[in-house]
């Protein structure tokens, strides 16, 4: 609350008493948005949060073709269903979307921001929740991903690293400069999965993350990450966590790139680990179209996304016997289910889990001396 007793986003602090408005639907509008921007920002939620909430709204606005006061559940509906059939929005995304419209009424119908009565006095009516239980996407399962997402196998995998390598010796080969880009990109991809980073996690990886481990000298230089740009909680700044190496040929890859590569980029200058042809830092929309671009060439499942590089660092490193919450705290996950979630073991793996146990209850049922559990039963 301010020195005037205001809280930050009321209708005083954003509309000047006692004036007439010259265009007072634009006018108030836009004073709603400021003033639910600022209390967002006191509540501490990130600028680009802020932002995003700000874009959806608009974009509601525009899709009612009416202003916040005149809102109904009908609108809502309305939209709702032009996202999921027009727009082709998954669940999750159009929950948010959802959610954003209710946070924002919620917002508007608080007495303590003073709306309400503004828009009475202005236009003779008020803001109203409009998004309800009954007409909004529930959260009914912890695993919402589509499920044709998934991770690769072991011969994806190896067959999409392969081209990325090909591409480098391809484009060298012509005398071109590009070949330094494909290199970045060979590297980069290896580099997520050898890590298990999400797809911003890798992008804003600087030089200096890197550093040693003391328990496993093997890997040099390159035995610990910080990852410094995690997936953030709502409210709170990026999450950090170190990742320790675990595949032998994780050093090189990362070696090579910083060495012998990197120098010769344009923007090598600059702290980050992988800069683009025009910046300091290669964007989100080069990772898609690149990872697509290597996905489609080998013609691999159009489902495999760059988050399936982590999806199978995940997947793997059970796979090879790594402990579960080992796994679960090299990719920062605060609960187990949601490792395993991600987890899409193969069913060669299974079989042989399952091997491993019917092999060693026959060996103990064998066991010279063991009295079988029929005869503790019977008594005999």
């Not at 009475?120 to 239980?133: A, E």
């Not at 290597?294 to 790594?322: C, K, M, N, Q």
Request: glycine share 8%; aromatic share 10%; with cysteine.
């Amino acid at each position: 609350m301010g020195g005037d007793g205001l809280v930050p986003g009321s209708a005083r602090l954003h509309l000047i008493d006692g004036l007439p408005l010259l265009r007072p639907d634009e006018q108030v509008f836009e004073a709603m948005i400021k003033g639910w921007r600022n209390q967002q920002l006191a509540r501490n939620l990130s600028p680009g949060y802020v932002n995003d909430q700000e874009r959806t709204i608009r974009a509601f606005t525009r899709h009612a073709d009416a202003m916040p006061w005149q809102w109904t559940p009908q609108h809502v509906d309305e939209w709702s269903a032009d996202l999921r059939a027009v727009h082709g929005c998954v669940r999750s995304t159009l929950r948010n979307y959802q959610g954003s419209v209710r946070q924002f009424c919620d917002f508007l119908t608080n007495p303590a921001y003073g709306w309400g009565d503004e828009c009475l006095r202005h236009f003779g009516t008020h803001p109203v929740q409009v998004v309800y239980d009954w007409n909004a996407a529930t959260h009914a399962d912890e695993a919402e991903g589509e499920p044709e997402r998934r991770a690769f196998t072991r011969p994806e995998l190896e067959a999409f690293f392969d081209h990325a390598d090909e591409e480098v010796l391809r484009v060298r080969g012509k005398g071109r400069k590009g070949w330094l880009p494909a290199f970045r990109d060979a590297a980069l991809f290896k580099t997520a999965y050898a890590y298990g980073l999400r797809r911003n996690e890798t992008r804003m990886l600087d030089l200096t993350d890197f550093g040693r481990n003391p328990e496993g000298r093997e890997f040099g230089e390159y035995g610990t990450l910080l990852v410094r740009y995690g997936k953030a909680k709502k409210g709170s700044p990026p999450k950090r966590r170190s990742v320790l190496a675990v595949w032998h040929w994780t050093p090189g890859t990362v070696k090579e790139w910083i060495s012998e590569v990197r120098p010769g980029m344009r923007h090598s200058t600059s702290r980050a680990l992988w800069p683009s042809e025009r910046g300091p830092r290669i964007g989100l929309q080069r990772l898609d179209s690149r990872f697509a671009a290597y996905r489609d060439a080998v013609g691999l499942d159009p489902a495999l996304e760059f988050h399936s590089l982590r999806r199978s660092y995940i997947t793997h490193l059970i796979e090879d016997g790594h402990d579960p919450l080992f796994v679960q705290q090299q990719v920062g996950h605060d609960h187990a289910s949601t490792t395993a979630i991600y987890t899409c073991v193969s069913s060669d793996f299974r079989t042989r889990s399952l091997r491993r146990v019917l092999d060693a209850t026959i060996e103990a049922a064998l066991r010279p001396g063991r009295i079988p559990n029929h005869d503790v039963k019977s008594g005999r």
